[in-house]
T-cell receptor, first 116, second 115 residues
Framework: NAGVTQTPKFRVLKTGQSMTLLCAQD?????MYWYRQDPGMGLRLIHY???????AKGEVPDGYNVSRLKKQNFLLGLESAAPSQTSVYFC???????????????FGPGTRLTVL | AQTVTQSQPEMSVQEAETVTLSCTYDTSESDYYLFWYKQPPSRQMILVIR????KQQNATENRFSVNFQKAAKSFSLKISDSQLGDAAMYFCAYRSRDSNYQLIWGAGTKLIIKP
């Protein structure tokens, strides 16, 4: 099992450009998440999905859009990149929680995005 | 709203010795989970240990153990017999038992291991 994979690993954009980050998981998890990590701060949730075809906003959703057309994939889009979106982006996935499960989140290796 | 605070931006320890990383949190809830994650230079976020708030017994995973003080809202991580491979950023995180998704993260502590 590859677990959670992210594409690309690095990217440099110019202000105003658009791009899509791809997250894929092979664990058949229902839940998927996108976080950003900035220096001196913990991870902050951008958007999440509790199942195929559903998405919801997290703590810092502005400037991002997401889609979950297939259960195993979760896409994060930047329509018009800004320097404030320079960050490391992490995708994670987890099972549907039950009374016996604490719903551990498994993380991808991250994507370092620089917006000039 | 819940918050998680890690007051030590950086800690260092001699190889083979013991180090404790601090974490405090603020919540009005009584049932929740607490986690310590390790992030080595590879950036991969790895779960080290977890604690369920309703369990009084402190969690232990090999050389890693926690000191969970619910009344004080404190959740420290003790690493025994420190190894060079333990060098990483360590993050404390909180999740309400009722929340299916929201992990609240501390800012992290950079752990340096001196050979």
């Amino acid at each position: 099992n590859a677990g959670v994979t992210q594409t690309p690993k690095f990217r440099v954009l110019k202000t105003g450009q658009s791009m899509t980050l791809l997250c894929a998981q092979d664990m058949n998890h229902e839940y998927m998440y996108w976080y950003r990590q900035d220096p001196g701060m913990g991870l902050r949730l951008i958007h999440y999905s509790v199942g195929e075809g559903t998405t919801a906003k997290g703590e810092v959703p502005d400037g991002y859009n997401v889609s979950r057309l297939k259960k195993q994939n979760f896409l994060l889009g930047l329509e018009s990149a800004a320097p404030s979106q320079t960050s490391v982006y992490f995708c994670a996935s987890s099972r549907f929680p039950t009374s016996a499960s604490y719903n551990e989140q498994f993380f991808g290796p991250g994507t370092r995005l620089t917006v000039l | 709203a819940q918050t998680v605070t890690q007051s030590q931006p950086e800690m260092s320890v001699q190889e083979a010795e013991t180090v404790t990383l601090s974490c405090t949190y603020d919540t009005s809830e009584s049932d929740y989970y607490l986690f310590w994650y390790k992030q080595p230079p590879s950036r991969q976020m790895i779960l080290v240990i977890r604690q369920e708030a309703y369990k009084q017994q402190n969690a232990t995973e090999n050389r890693f153990s926690v000191n969970f003080q619910k009344a004080a809202k404190s959740f420290s991580l003790k690493i025994s017999d420190s190894q060079l491979g333990d060098a990483a950023m360590y993050f404390c995180a909180y999740r309400s038992r009722d929340s299916n998704y929201q992990l609240i993260w501390g800012a992290g502590t950079k752990l340096i291991i001196k050979p």
